[in-house]
């Protein structure tokens, strides 16, 4: 090295360092709060996992079977469950006429566990009873299967949904649903070729069923008994089973009514000469009116239904009784045997049928004053008024024919001319179809016995007075109602002593029907 590269030192010289810079140390702590952390998350992780809830989702066929899970919920058809604790849980369903079942269903942690369970279709028997017997009947079960024989026809068949068919040469062909569940019991009345109306069943009554009128909601309807008492007999009108019956005393009743609301019916009793007041729900006579007059027949209540008209046979006048006080407010004289009445619907006109005379009364209600709105000669019995066309229907016993009144001009023409003593009429809600009921020949002895026809039920259409339809009665059909939804129409046979329910078609089907059997039932009247 060169001498200016060194340096000499001597005494006095400073001495040189050389700066190093230290090395940083590395914590021990860093890599434990790591590791802590991991198993922080880590265990929370786990933890979360292990708390997480299972659920359950199950299906049971028929969709309507009863399921339940665990003693502790339960559902019809699909159930689901959540928020479990994984495990093993209980599951039973079960509906009438198929084989409970019970099974074990495990739940696991963040899964939704499905299980589907069918139960088997246990068997039952199916009875049909068919009206003319000898028809042939099918029925096809729920796997497909079909078993079929005549009637009377029994067979054990599978709980489900089974068709009912059934066939028989000169009769319209006829089918149903059912739900089977147990032993299934009917009693199917088959239809003339060619008929509209369906017949779903007769009822069975007391003595001489003069009037029947069916509940707002068509749940019931009330036949009143001439010969009671009791004096009404009130039934399911689609199972024909008796639900319920009305005394109001001795002897029985004429007609029955609801008012507007369906809570109170009014009914007529000819040899006392009242009328009564029952509640529907009840069944109980709330009041009795005194018509101080003879033989009351019919009976109707004015718009605002606050009086009671009420027809005296014997009497010839009209009692005006006051539904708030319960007070006969006078009685207005009338034409010969008065029968049928119709209140119009603005409150002011009564318009009344004589029986014997054959006039059309119009009482105006503010002056009680009558003027004769037409006069035929005949036996005018039963009216019914369509106020959207302004026109009243009346029933002529005596000329065999049904009147047209149009109560804005006052001009009254033939509607139609129908079969023997026409009685009861009625139409539809709409007003587009009328029903006539026709008692038939008298017997040359007596009325009281069956004469040498059968009745019938006649059905027109209002806007050109075609007929419809016909139904070959009984022995002299008279009481005759519409239900409100125009879907069923109730007669009774009153000689045979029952009720007969036909399903009534839409408008349309019946007018495409090319009248029914109204031309063949002209031959079949005759016994």
Known sequence: MSPRGRRRRGPHARPQYVYTRPRKRQSKLVPVLALVALVVVIGAAAGWLLTRPASVSIEATPK???????????????????????????????RKGYAPLTATIEAKRLRTMHATYVLEPLPNQVRITTHPQGAKCSVTCADGRVVSGVSPFSAEVPSGKITVAITMEGYNPFSTRVSLDETFTADYFLDPKGQLLHCIGTITTLGAPKG?????????????????PPSIEIFNPRTGRKIGEVDIGKYGAVEVIFNRAGTLAYTSQMETAKCFEIDVKTRKVLREFKTESAWTKWVTLSPDEKTLYASNWSGDD?????????????????????R???????????????????????????????????ADGGALRHLVGDEKTGRLFISDMA?????????????????????????????????????????????????YIPGPEWGSILVFDTASGRPLDAIIAGNQPTALDVSDDGTLLLFSDFLDNRLRVYEIPDHETLLAGNGGRYEAHFAEIKK
């Open 212 to 228: 029947v009128s069916v509940t707002h909601d068509g749940s019931e309807a009330w036949t009143s008994i001439l010969n009671g």
């Open 399 to 447: 000329k065999d024919v049904i009147w047209v009144h149009d109560m804005k001009t006052g001009k009254t023409s033939k509607f139609a001319d129908v079969d023997e003593k026409p009685n009861t009429i009625d139409l539809t809600p709409d007003g587009r179809v009328l029903f006539v009921s026709c008692r038939g020949e008298n017997n040359s002895k007596s009325y």
């Open 64 to 94: 309507d079977a009863s399921i339940v899970f665990a003693d502790s919920r339960a559902a019809t058809g699909t159930l689901e469950a959540d928020d479990l604790k994984p495990g093993l849980y209980v599951v039973t369903v079960s």
């Open 340 to 374: 049928g009445m119709y209140a119009t619907a603005d409150g002011k006109t009564l318009y009344v049928g004589g029986f014997d005379s054959g006039e059309l009364d119009r009482i105006d209600l503010a002056t009680g004053t009558r003027t004769t709105a037409f």
């Open 318 to 338: 009209v009692s005006v009784i006051d539904l708030t006080t319960g007070k006969l407010l006078r009685r207005i004289g009338v034409s010969n045997t008065p």
